[in-house]
Each structure stands twice: as structure tokens, then as C-alpha cells.
T-cell receptor, first 109, second 117 residues
Framework: GQNIDQPTEMTATEGAIVQINCTYQ??????LFWYQQHAGEAPTFLSY??LDGLEEKGRFSSFLSRSKGYSYLLLKELQMKDSASYLCAVLDSNYQLIWGAGTKLIIKP | GAVVSQHPSRVICKSGTSVKIECRSLDFQATTMFWYRQFPKQSLMLMAT?????????EQGVEKDKFLINHASLTLSTLTVTSAHPEDSSFYICSATAIDSSYNEQFFGPGTRLTVL
């Protein structure tokens, strides 16, 4: 079966750095997405990785290792507004998006 | 760019009535539109995938006669929840992929919160 694992909840301090991990087992791979979802709102796109390595975009970076079936989202200089759920999703061989359950990130002052 | 709208944003209805939710891609043409349902504190659950002019593909366990999807054009898809019951109360979100997308990124609408009394 297809499976995506990410921690249910994480807590971090304002101004710090946090890394949210995602491991996946899917039938084929056509890219991995990270989305941010604030409570009561729809997801918004953060990043896309299809090749191994690190993609940096401002305070957010996303890393992919296809051989390990592993990705992480790195958030730097955390702000209170970063409190949200972060969803990892993989595009499988049929170009169907397989979603993780999301990681709820709590930022404390 | 790549804005998706949904209407209504919130709806409360009586049990047994039907509710229609519209999803529009405002500034791009959508190859495919997706309908998701999300219960509190749970992840997104894909209900169906629709392409313009063809029948929607429903996920296992989703009743196609209860959740009617019409994808009339490259910018509009509608989801009708027929004979709604309290257990249908949920957050319904649509998304769309653009025709000229390089990696099938999904752009999400703001969601519709349905409450069935």
C-alpha cells in the first residue's frame, strides 16, 4: 500500500528553527509537495521537490532523498504566524497526490 | 496568479436538503479539479477527481449518487451534496491543476464549511 508518515505534532519556540520530517512509500514517484494549512483554512503551496537535494525559499527550505523515501521541511526564524499544520504529499506514478496526515506545529513565545 | 474560488464559504442546511458548492479557477484554465473533504483534526480525504467534459472519478467509499460532480468548463466544477445528513457536515475543499503546470501543482480554494442540522 501507499503510506506517508509525518509526526502528528511538534512544538518550537519563536525565533528558533524546526525540521518536520516526512517518509513515504508509494507506487512510483513524481514529486513531493509541502503545504501549509492554518486552522479552518485551505492548504497553501509551500514547496515542490522532484530531484534530490535542498530547495531554499526564504525562511523555508525543503529537502528530498528519493533513495531513502525521505523529505523534510525546515523552517527558520520561526514566527507565531507559522503555527499551522504542515502537509506532506507525494505524486505517485499515476500522478495521484497521496497525502500525509499533517504535522501540527505549535509555536511558543 | 493561480487563484481558486469557492462559493459559498459557509452553509447551514436542514437534513434532507441538497447543497451545491461551486469551484472556479479565476485566472487559469484547469485541466483537472479535485474535491476533498476534511473532518476536524484529520487530513484531507480525496473524494473525486474530475476533468472537463467527462465523468468524475470517485474514490472508494464515496457515493457518486450522493455527491454529484459537474465539470462544465475549464474554469468551473460543482459539487452537489444530495439529501444531506448531519454526518455530511464537514469542510469541503476543491483544488485545480493548471493546463500549463510543469509539475501538476494543486491550487486550493478557500473551502466550504457545511453544517447539516
Amino acid at each position: 500500500g501507499q503510506n506517508i508518515d509525518q509526526p502528528t505534532e511538534m512544538t518550537a519556540t519563536e525565533g528558533a528553527i524546526v525540521q518536520i520530517n516526512c517518509t513515504y512509500q508509494t507506487s512510483g514517484f513524481n514529486g513531493l509537495f509541502w503545504y501549509q494549512q492554518h486552522a479552518g483554512e485551505a492548504p497553501t503551496f509551500l514547496s515542490y521537490n522532484v530531484l534530490d537535494g535542498l530547495e531554499e525559499k526564504g525562511r523555508f527550505s525543503s529537502f528530498l532523498s528519493r533513495s531513502k523515501g525521505y523529505s523534510y521541511l525546515l523552517l527558520k526564524e520561526l514566527q507565531m504566524k507559522d503555527s499551522a499544520s504542515y502537509l506532506c504529499a507525494v505524486l505517485d506514478s499515476n500522478y495521484q497526490l497521496i497525502w500525509g496526515a499533517g504535522t501540527k506545529l505549535i509555536i511558543k513565545p | 496568479g493561480a487563484v481558486v474560488s469557492q462559493h459559498p464559504s459557509r452553509v447551514i442546511c436542514k437534513s434532507g436538503t441538497s447543497v451545491k458548492i461551486e469551484c472556479r479557477s479565476l485566472d487559469f484554465q484547469a485541466t483537472t479539479m479535485f474535491w476533498y473533504r476534511q473532518f476536524p483534526k484529520q487530513s484531507l480525504m480525496l473524494m473525486a477527481t474530475s476533468n472537463e467534459g467527462s465523468k468524475a472519478t470517485y474514490e472508494q467509499g464515496v457515493e457518486k449518487d450522493k455527491f454529484l460532480i459537474n465539470h462544465a468548463s475549464l474554469t468551473l466544477s460543482t459539487l452537489t451534496v444530495t439529501s444531506a445528513h448531519p454526518e455530511d457536515s464537514s469542510f469541503y475543499i476543491c483544488s485545480a491543476t493548471a493546463i500549463d503546470s510543469s509539475y501538476n501543482e494543486q491550487f486550493f480554494g478557500p473551502g466550504t464549511r457545511l453544517t447539516v442540522l
